[in-house]
C-alpha cells in the first residue's frame, strides 16, 4: 500500500475549503493550517497563466522529519502516511527544519502537528476530509500500489509535478498540470 | 525580476499581516478546545440542515461532538444543491455559530436615534415595543408605510407577518443590487425567469461563456462543482473579464475586455452568429419572434466594430462565436447573477438570452433545462388583507419591468423629501446589513434617520444593527427550524433544516419572532399553530412525507412531472405575448423601452482615476462571514489589485497601505493593503466585497480592508427594473490618509 | 511579474511568513557547546602532549568553565523545547540518523566528563583562585570539601586522577564530536539549504577552538601560554576564514537554493551583520590585533579574545537564523 494524493491545478479554485475541512475535521486550533492554498501567477496581461494548488504534508517517500526526529515521535505508518505521536514529542523541533514544504508545526499544547492523511479515515476505506468535501473535485487520495485505483489513473494519463523534487524527499502528493 | 525572498515578503503580506493581531485573539488553543480526537462519524448524532451561510441553501447535516458541539456539517450526498460537497463557507458553518461577537439578547436603543447606545432588554419588552411601534405607525400612516427589507430564509415569517398586517412593500437587496435585471431579462425573453439555482445544464454543456461572472470567486456551489465536472469533460470555457479571474484562468479563451463595453461585445457575436448563418435555423424559426427585426438590428455591429469599443480583436469575437456555434445547443451564455452594474442591464441580459436563443440552447441538454419543484401548501390561514398601495404604485411609473419590491426605490420613499407619491415611515430590516449591501450609504442613512422607527432581526451585530430602534437577536440556522427547500431543479426535492443544538446565549428562531410579534398585534388568525413543527409536519403529510421521515433523511427527491428537455421540433408555449421568445420585446417596445438590446456609451475614468471593480472571495459570503473565526482564518482582509504598469506610476508597493477616493470625494474609512498583479487591467482596480467592516463589536473584521460599498456613490439606474447599477464608479489611489475636512468636502 | 503567494490566509505562529522556531537558545546552546569543546580539546591535548604542567591555564584552570557552559547550553536547548514534560524521551532510545539524538548522548557524556577532568586539578585551581579570579575561589574550595567528605567520590576522583591520561584520550575525541555536532546539527536539514553544506561541521569545529583558545588566551597569566595560544587562534582564525570562504564558493556553484542563500550574506539582509559582525570584529580585527601582538605592539590581551567571543556568538546566531529563512519553495 501506497498512500498519495494528486492536486488538479487545473481545477482548482482555490476557495480553501480543504483548509476549513481539515479545521473542522481534525480540530486544528484556529491560527494554525495543515493544508493551505498557493497562487502563482506568471505571464504579463493579458497573456497569463494561473496556477492554484492545495498544498499539505508531501508524505515522502524519503522522510528527512522522520530521520532527524530524536525520539521517534516523527515515524511512517502502514501506506507510507507520516504521523508525529504527540507524548513521544518534545517539541524540539528538527523536523519542522527538516521539512523543505513547511508543513509541520508547533501545536499550542506544544507539540509538533501536521496533516495526517486523516488516517482516521483512510484506514476505514473513506477519503480525507478535504477530499471528500472539495467542491471541484481537484483532489484525489488513494493507493499507488494498485494501478486500477483513480490516483494511478490520473498519474498515467495526465502531467503531474511535485514539489520541490531537488529536495529528494520523494513527495507523494503530486500536481496535476 | 523578482527574487524569491521577494515572494517570501508577499506570502507574508497575502497572509494577512495578522502576525502582530493574532496573538491578541482570544481563540489560541482550538476552537473546539475540548475535542482532541477527530470525531468518529459512525458514532456521532447528526441532524439535517440547509446552509444558510449563503443563498444556495445546500441541505447538510450537522455532527455534534460528544459534548453536543457541532464539530462539523458534511453535505447530503442526495442533495442536488451541494451533491454531498459544501463550499468553504457551509464547511465553516460551525464558526457562525460559535461566533462569541454573535447578537446575544434583545437590544433596544437608549435616547435618541441614530447613537449607538443600546441597553439589553427582555424579549417580552423587546417585542411589545415592537408590536407597540407597528401598531402606531400602522395606525397613523396606514400598515402599508412600514417596508420590510430582508434576505434568506428568514425573510420568508417575515413576509407572512407583513401580509398578515397589509403591508406588501417588501423588498431584498438580492434583488435590485443583483439579479433583478438578469429575471427581467429572460422573462422578457423566454415568459421565464431564471430563478436560483440557475438551470444552466453545465454537466452536459460543450461551451459556457461567462459575461463577468467569476465563477470559482462566488461559490454558488452546484454551479462551481458542475463548471468543474463541464471542464473534466472538455468543455470549452470562454469567459469575459476585465480581470483575470479564475475563470477566466480556467478558460479557452480569456476576453480582457474593456470594462462598460459588455453589450457590443454581445451584438457582435450576434451579428457573427446570423450573418455567417451559424444561428439555429430550426430552432428559431419555430420558437422564435422578431428574428428578422434582430437581423436589421445587428447589421452594423460586426466585430471590426466591436473592437473599438471593447478592445477585442475582430478574430477573437469571431472565433469564440465559431465556438459556441459548434457546441450549440449544448451551450450556455451564463446569465450571471449579480447582474446591475451600468444602468442599462435588463438590456445586457436580454442580451444574453437572445444570444441563447440564437444558439438554440434554451430547454436543450446541455444549455437551460427546466427546473421543477413541488408545490407544497401552505398551513391554511384566512385570506391576507388588502393593501391599499403597494410597492407597484410608486415603482411601476417609472420602472415598468420591475417584478419585485425594488429596495432603492423603498429606500426612496423612506426619505424625507421624496416625490414618490407613497411614503414608508418604519423599516423591518431581516438578515441584510444594508449598509453594505446597498450602494449610496448615506442616502442609506438619511433614509434610516427619517424613520419612526428600525427593527433589525440578525444574528450578527453589523453596521445596520446601529441604526435600529430595536435589535432581535435570532439564532443561527444550525439553532432553529425553518420553511421547507423546496428546490427548482432537474429532480424537485424538498429539504429540512432542524435545529442541531438548542438556541445560544438569549436568541429566538425567526418563526417564533415573527409570530410573537403577529400575536401581539391580534393578528392570530394567521398564526393557527402552536409551533413550526406542527406546520412542517402537515405540509410534509401533504406530499406524503412527515417530519419524523425528514428529520432522518434531511432531503427528499420526488419524480418530475413534464420532461427536462424540449424535444426537437416539439411544440411549446412561451409565456410571452407572442407565445414566443421574443427576440424583439413586445412587452419592452409596449412599455417604451428599445425593443432590442442597444449599446450605449458609459463614462470612462478621468486621469488619475481607476474604474472600481468589486467582487467576491469564495471563501465569503459578501460582509456577513467576515466575522466567522473559521472562515476569517482564509482571508481576514481584502487586498487592492493594482496593474504593475500603475504600480509603477504611482510608486506603490505590495503590501502598502493606501486609501481609496472617489469621484464624489468619497474617501475610504479605511486603508487597504496594494496586491500589485498583472490580474487586473490597467484601467481598473479591484476590491473584493464585504470587508472594511465599521462595527466595532465585529472584532475580526472591523477595519480590515476597505469597503467596495463605501466607494460607490455614484449609481446607475436600471430603467427597466429600477435596479442600482454599481460598476460606474471611479477611484484614486492615496498614499497617505487625507485630512478629515478634505475628506468631507 | 511572477506572483506566488499564500492565499488561504496561512499565518502559523514562527511558521509563516519565514521560519523562526528557533530563537536564542539554539544558538547559544551552539555557541557554549563550542566553546566547552574548545577548552576540553586543548585541555586534553595539551596534557597528552606532555605540556600540562607548562602550560598551566589550559590544562588544569580554563576547563574548569567547561561543565558551566555545557550546563548553561543545556538549559538554553531545554528551554527551547515545547513539549519539555516530554524531554526525558531523548533517553528512551537512540537514533542513529537524527542529530539531536547525538547531541543528547553526547552532551551526556560530555557533561560528566567535563566535570571530572577540572576535578582531578581541584588542588591546582584552589591555589590558582587564590590568586586571580577570586571569586572562584570559594566555589573551588567548597566542592574540595564535598568530595572530601564522600569517600568513593574522593575514591573515585583518584583513580581518574591517576589514569588521566587515559581520560585525556576519550575526551580529547568527545571534544571533537562536541565541537563538529555543533555544525552537524545544522548541516543535516537539507530542507535549509544555507545549513545544508558538509563544511559547517569543521566550520563550526573551528570556531568553538577559537573561541576556547581565546579564552584560556584570556584567562592565562603565563606570557608563554598566552603567546602559544595566541598563535594557535591566529592559525584558526585564518582556517575558519578560509572555510567561510570555501563555504561561498561552494554555495555560489551550486543550484539555485543555495545561491539565493548565499544572497543573504552577499547584498541581502544579513550582509552587514555578517560581513561586520562575524567577519569583521570577530575574525579580521583579532588577526590584526594578535598579529601586531606577535610583532611587539602591545594590545591588552582581552581585546583579540572578548572579540574572538563576541564574533563567535553572533556568527551562530547569524546563521541560525539566516538558515532558517532559506528554503526551496516560493
Known sequence: MRYAMAMDTKKCVGCGDCVVACQTENNVPLGYARDWIVEKVEGTYPSLNLELRSERCNHCENTPCVRTCPTGASHVIEGGIVKVTHDECIGCGACIQACPYEARYFHPDGYVDKCTFCDHRTSKGQDTACVAVCPTHSLTFGDLDDENSPISKLLRNRKWKTLAPEAGTKPNVYFLI | MKTRRDFIKISALAAGGLAVLKPALSFSSGFFPDEEVPLDESEAQRTPTICEV?????????????????????????????????????????????????????????????????????????????????????????????????????????????????????????????????????????????????????????????IGSHIGENMHNGIVQDMSTGLDRGMTVITVDPRFSTAASKSKFWLPIKPSTDIALLLAWMHVLIY???????????????????????????????????DIPPQDIRKTAYEMAKAAPSVVIHPGRHTAWYGDDTQRT????????????????????????????????????????????????????????????????????????????????????????????????????????????????????????????????????????????????????????????????????????????????????????????????????????????????????EPLYLEDGEDYFFNTNTGKIELYSTDLDAMGYDPMPVYREHPQPEDGFYRLIYGRVPMHTFGRTINNPLLNELRDENHLWVNPKIAKLLDLKTGQEVWLRNQDGVVSTFPVKVRITERIRF?????????????????????????DSEMITRVEIDDVTGGTGMRGNFVEILVEKPQKEEAES | MKEELIISGRNIPNIDPVLHIWHWQIPLYLFLGGLAAGL??????????????????????????APFFIIIGLLAL?????????????????????????????????????????????????????????????????????????????????????????????????????????????????????????????????????????????????????????????????????????????????????????????????????????????LVLPLILETMELFGFHVPISIPALLILIGGLIFRFVMVDAGQVTRYLY
Not at chain 2, 484601467?683 to 469597503?707: C, E, I
Open chain 2, 683 to 707: 484601467d481598473s482596480v479591484y476590491l473584493p466585497h464585504g470587508f472594511g467592516q465599521k462595527n466595532k463589536k465585529m472584532g475580526r473584521a472591523y477595519g480590515r480592508g476597505a469597503a
Open chain 2, 350 to 561: 436580454r442580451a444574453i438570452a437572445i444570444l441563447n436563443a440564437l444558439l438554440g440552447a434554451w430547454g436543450k441538454k446541455g444549455g437551460y433545462y427546466f427546473p421543477e419543484k413541488i408545490r407544497i401548501p401552505r398551513f391554511p390561514h384566512p385570506k391576507y388583507p388588502e393593501p391599499e398601495w403597494t410597492w407597484k404604485d410608486i415603482t411601476k411609473d417609472k420602472y415598468k419591468g420591475a417584478f419585485t419590491g425594488v429596495t432603492n426605490i423603498l429606500i426612496d420613499a423612506s426619505l424625507p423629501d421624496t416625490k414618490l407619491k407613497h411614503k414608508i415611515k418604519a423599516w423591518y430590516v431581516v438578515a441584510t446589513n444594508l449598509i453594505q449591501s446597498i450602494p449610496d450609504q448615506e442616502k442609506t442613512k438619511k433614509a434610516l434617520q427619517n424613520m419612526e422607527f428600525v427593527v433589525v432581526v440578525d444574528t450578527m451585530p453589523t453596521e445596520i444593527t446601529g441604526y435600529a430602534d430595536v435589535v432581535l437577536p435570532e439564532c443561527t440556522y444550525l439553532e432553529r427550524y425553518d420553511y421547507l427547500r423546496t428546490t427548482r431543479h432537474k429532480i424537485p426535492q424538498v429539504a429540512l433544516r432542524m435545529p442541531a443544538v438548542e438556541p445560544m446565549y438569549d436568541t429566538k428562531p425567526g418563526w417564533w419572532i415573527s409570530r410573537e410579534i403577529g400575536l401581539r398585534l391580534g393578528l392570530d388568525k394567521y398564526f393557527p399553530w402552536k409551533d413550526i413543527e406542527e406546520v412542517l409536519d402537515w405540509q410534509l403529510k401533504q406530499v406524503g412525507s412527515s417530519l419524523e421521515e425528514m428529520k432522518k433523511v434531511g432531503v427528499k427527491s420526488f419524480e418530475r412531472e
Open chain 3, 40 to 65: 576540553l580539546f586543548f585541555a586534553s591535548y595539551f596534557y597528552i602532549r606532555g605540556r600540562g604542567n607548562e602550560l598551566k591555564t589550559s590544562v588544569q584552570i580554563a576547563p574548569a568553565f
Open chain 2, 276 to 310: 455567417e448563418d451559424l444561428y439555429d435555423k430550426d430552432y428559431i424559426e419555430q420558437y422564435a419572434y422578431g428574428f428578422d427585426e434582430l437581423k436589421a438590428h445587428v447589421r452594423p455591429f460586426t466585430p471590426e466594430w466591436a473592437y473599438t469599443k471593447t
Open chain 2, 54 to 210: 449563503c443563498f444556495w441553501n445546500c441541505a447538510a447535516f450537522a455532527y455534534k461532538d460528544r459534548k453536543g458541539k457541532v464539530q462539523k456539517i458534511i453535505g447530503n450526498d442526495i442533495d442536488l444543491h451541494s451533491k454531498g460537497r459544501l463550499c468553504p463557507r457551509g464547511t465553516g458553518g460551525p464558526g457562525m455559530l460559535y461566533d462569541k461577537d454573535r447578537l446575544k439578547k434583545p437590544l433596544l436603543r437608549v435616547g435618541k436615534p441614530g447613537n449607538q447606545k443600546f441597553k439589553e432588554v427582555s424579549w417580552e419588552e423587546a417585542l411589545d415595543f415592537v408590536a407597540k411601534k407597528t401598531r402606531e405607525v400602522g395606525e397613523k400612516y396606514g400598515y402599508e408605510s412600514i417596508a420590510l427589507l430582508d434576505h434568506g430564509t428568514t425573510a420568508h415569517h417575515f413576509e407572512h407577518l407583513f401580509k398578515s398586517f397589509g403591508s406588501d412593500n417588501t423588498a431584498e437587496p438580492a434583488i435590485a443590487q443583483c439579479l433583478g435585471a438578469r429575471e427581467a431579462g429572460f422573462i422578457n425573453t423566454y415568459g421565464a425567469g431564471i430563478g436560483s439555482p440557475e438551470p444552466t445544464d453545465l454537466r452536459n454543456a460543450k461551451c459556457l461563456v461567462l
Open chain 3, 78 to 282: 531545554l528551554l527551547d523545547l515545547k513539549h519539555q514534560l516530554y524531554f526525558w524521551r531523548l533517553y528512551t532510545t537512540f537514533r542513529i540518523e537524527s542529530p539531536m539524538s547525538w547531541g543528547a548522548w553526547t552532551l551526556g557524556v560530555v557533561l560528566p566528563l567535563s566535570f571530572i577532568w577540572p576535578l582531578t586539578y581541584l588542588k591546582e585551581m584552589k591555589k590558582y583562585f587564590s590568586k586571580n579570579f577570586t571569586f572562584m575561589y570559594p566555589i573551588v574550595s567548597w566542592v574540595d570539601t564535598f568530595i572530601k567528605s564522600i569517600k568513593p567520590l574522593e575514591k573515585l576522583i583518584k583513580w581518574f586522577t591517576k589514569h588521566r591520561y587515559g581520560l585525556a584520550w576519550v575526551v580529547i575525541v568527545i571534544s571533537v564530536i562536541l565541537g563538529v555536532y555543533t555544525g552537524i546539527l545544522l548541516s543535516a536539514f537539507n530542507a535549509r539549504p544555507l545549513w545544508n553544506t558538509s563544511i559547517l561541521g569543521p566550520l563550526f569545529l573551528t570556531s568553538g577552538l577559537s573561541t576556547g583558545a581565546a579564552l584560556i588566551m584570556w584567562s592565562s597569566k603565563s606570557v608563554k601560554e598566552r603567546i602559544i595560544f595566541s598563535r594557535i587562534d591566529i592559525l584558526l582564525v585564518a582556517v575558519e576564514l578560509f572555510f567561510i570562504v570555501h563555504l561561498f564558493m561552494g554555495f555560489l556553484a551550486s543550484g539555485a537554493v543555495q545561491i539565493e542563500s548565499a544572497q543573504l550574506f552577499l547584498g541581502g539582509e544579513f550582509t552587514a551583520i555578517f560581513w561586520i559582525g562575524v567577519v569583521g570584529i570577530g
